[in-house]
């Protein structure tokens, strides 16, 4: 997995406008506006890629610092050049914070790709603070079947295309409806929230509930 990130990280991007049809950033600008941070907010950018999160909370929130975390070096120093300021290799499901560090934990397309989701989920409950927030846009399993297998279908072929146009590898990109096919839907993800000690959970569904964009507050 981390050699797949290593490999597509210049191209990821130009790949994440194409697989949400240009709509990822207006999901994510929603996703930091109604967090509505406090002033001087600590923010983590888990999962960081290239950094979307943290340059959004720069930008939408004055005040706002932020720290990218990825386990990908290569995305981090791609993060560095566009910007963003603090970073650090980690793991998810280690991270290197103490307890009820931040304000709010972003996560954007990560959770699918952590090997355990509940021991993740229970990693960034426990370096939020009380009352902290966290933000998690990703793809999710459509909650009727026969949308479910198309989705899963015109992911996987539009993995293909984009794979053999831009590295000559049919295969790079599939394991985004790999991993989303073993993943839950909106409403099951909403629920593990519940379960893991977070009081309030909302959630906005986009493509058919193929995409869920969630705020989740620490109890
Ligand atoms: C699909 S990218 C998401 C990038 C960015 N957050 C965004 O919204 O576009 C997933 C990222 O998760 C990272 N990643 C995968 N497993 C991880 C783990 N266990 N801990 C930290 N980062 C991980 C990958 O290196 C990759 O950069």
Redesign the pocket.
């Given at each position: 997995?981390?050699n797949m990130?290593r490999t597509i990280?210049p191209r990821?991007?130009f790949i994440?406008r194409a697989f949400s049809y240009g709509m990822?950033k207006s999901w994510?600008r929603l996703g930091v506006a109604r967090a509505r941070l406090p002033k001087a907010a600590l923010v983590l950018?888990?999962?960081?890629?290239?950094?979307?999160?943290s340059l959004l909370v720069g930008k939408q929130c004055p005040g706002a610092r932020s720290v990218a975390?990825?386990?990908?070096e290569r995305?981090l120093v791609l993060a560095m050049e566009r910007g963003v300021e603090r970073a650090a290799c980690?793991?998810?499901?280690a991270l290197p914070f103490a307890d009820g560090t931040f304000d709010g934990v972003?996560?954007?397309?990560?959770l699918r790709?952590?090997?355990d989701l509940a021991e993740?989920v229970r990693e960034i409950e426990r370096v939020t603070r009380p009352g902290g927030l966290l933000v998690s846009?990703d793809f999710f399993l459509p909650a009727n079947r026969m949308l479910r297998r198309l989705y899963l279908a015109y992911l996987y072929a539009q993995g293909v295309f984009w794979g053999y146009v831009l590295h000559g590898r049919p295969r790079i990109y599939t394991y985004i409806p790999d991993s989303l096919a073993s993943f839950i839907s909106i409403d099951d993800f909403s629920s593990l929230l519940r379960r893991s000690g977070y009081a309030s959970v909302d959630a906005r569904r986009y493509l058919m509930g193929g995409i869920g964009l969630h705020w989740a507050a620490k109890a």
């Open positions: 997995m981390r990130f990280a990821y991007d994440t990822d994510k950018d888990l999962a960081s890629g290239t950094g979307d999160f975390v990825d386990i990908t995305m980690g793991d998810a499901g972003f996560v954007g397309y990560g790709n952590f090997p993740a846009l």
